[in-house]
């Protein structure tokens, strides 16, 4: 039998000891009117996370927008490496190519809306998380406590509600529709490939899916505060990377190619996501001229590429110097 005791103010409260351990809390059991009873120190149920009086409390705040821009940047990642092994695949002369960009991006696009409906509040494009405070939240089987150094109190729960677990419910549903659409669209339309090269960007998937799995289960935290940085540094080396390897040495290179612009305005799009989640636009006034500096990685190129000369290097590769 709990005991029950009032406070200053007259509501009667349930009175337990101290609540060990980062993030074990009591559950409330019941509630009448004044009265609330919670059970024994332990872990929240899904949806809910502890306060500073450790008691569970349901998740019921909407995301900020550095939450959804670390969402966005996790669902980028199988859409970029689908597009990266199709083209790597298709060959230089297959026209099957941009139907397979098409495809994919509906896959994850499609994928995106489904993972949202089915997350609480079910069927809306909406979802209610926790807020997270600290890197530690996202790692919370590391927190358990062992009050008398032998038995141990699992208390272990998604702190972050739901921004763990619904990047997993994502990528099953891109699994998922890959499997049911591409490899008919690949069979009817790939008929410039051999047969074992029509399927390659299917089979390429099939290993990256687990890798990314794993990457969040293991760096979802780190991945969370560092993901602005590591979009930065990777669209600015793919770019000079891509630039160098296409000869491009001039404005004229440049605009010779439909791709060429294509690919181009993708990594400005990359290098403002970029910049907005580092900024997290706080300060709007503040923030937006950065912007400004989208264009720079790629002119700052165009202006040195003469002293360098990609081409050169290039050729001296090729021929083994």
């Keep these: 039998m709990k005991n029950l005791g009032n406070d200053f103010t007259g509501k009667a409260v349930d009175i337990q000891p101290a609540c060990l351990g980062l993030y074990c809390g009591k559950t409330l059991l019941f509630k009448n009117g004044s009265t609330e009873i919670y059970g024994e120190c332990g872990v929240c149920p899904r949806g ?5 009086q450790k008691y569970c409390q349901p998740c019921t705040e909407s995301p900020e927008l ?20 199709i083209e790597w695949y298709s060959g230089k ?5 941009l139907f397979q960009h098409i495809t994919a991006l509906f896959e994850c696009t499609v994928a ?7 997350s609480e509040p079910v069927g809306v494009l909406h979802i209610r998380s926790c807020r997270v405070l600290m890197l530690s939240d996202w790692y919370t089987m590391l927190y358990n406590p062992s009050p008398d150094y032998v ?8 702190a972050v509600y739901p921004l763990y677990t619904i990047v997993f419910i994502y990528y099953a549903f891109c699994l998922v529709l890959m499997m049911l659409l591409r490899p008919l669209l690949v069979k009817k339309i790939a008929c410039g490939l051999g047969k074992s090269d029509r399927f390659k960007s299917i089979y390429a998937a099939l290993y990256f899916f687990p890798i990314l799995t ?16 590591i979009i930065l540094v990777l669209s600015l080396v793919t770019l000079a990377v891509y630039m160098s390897a296409s000869e491009i040495e001039n404005c004229y290179d440049l605009l ?5 612009l294509i690919v181009l305005f993708s990594h400005w799009l990359l290098h403002a996501y970029g910049i907005i989640s580092i900024s997290r636009v706080d300060k709007l006034e503040q923030d937006l001229p950065l912007l400004a500096l989208v264009p720079t990685p790629a002119l700052f190129y165009l202006f040195t590429a003469k002293f360098t000369e990609p081409s050169r290097i290039l050729s001296e590769g090729a021929n083994g110097h």
């Design 66 to 85: 550095y939450d959804w821009l670390y969402l966005g940047f996790m669902a980028m990642l199988p859409l970029v490496l689908h597009w990266f092994f």
């Design 214 to 229: 794993v990457l969040q289960a293991v760096g979802g935290g780190l991945l969370y505060y560092a993901f602005p940085y």
């Design 48 to 52: 809910q996370r502890t306060n500073a």
């Design 93 to 97: 002369k297959s026209s099957s190519a």
């Design 112 to 118: 995106a809306l489904v993972t949202l409906l089915v």
């Design 256 to 260: 010779v190619r439909k791709k060429r």
């Design 151 to 158: 038995t141990t109190v699992h208390c272990t729960h998604e």
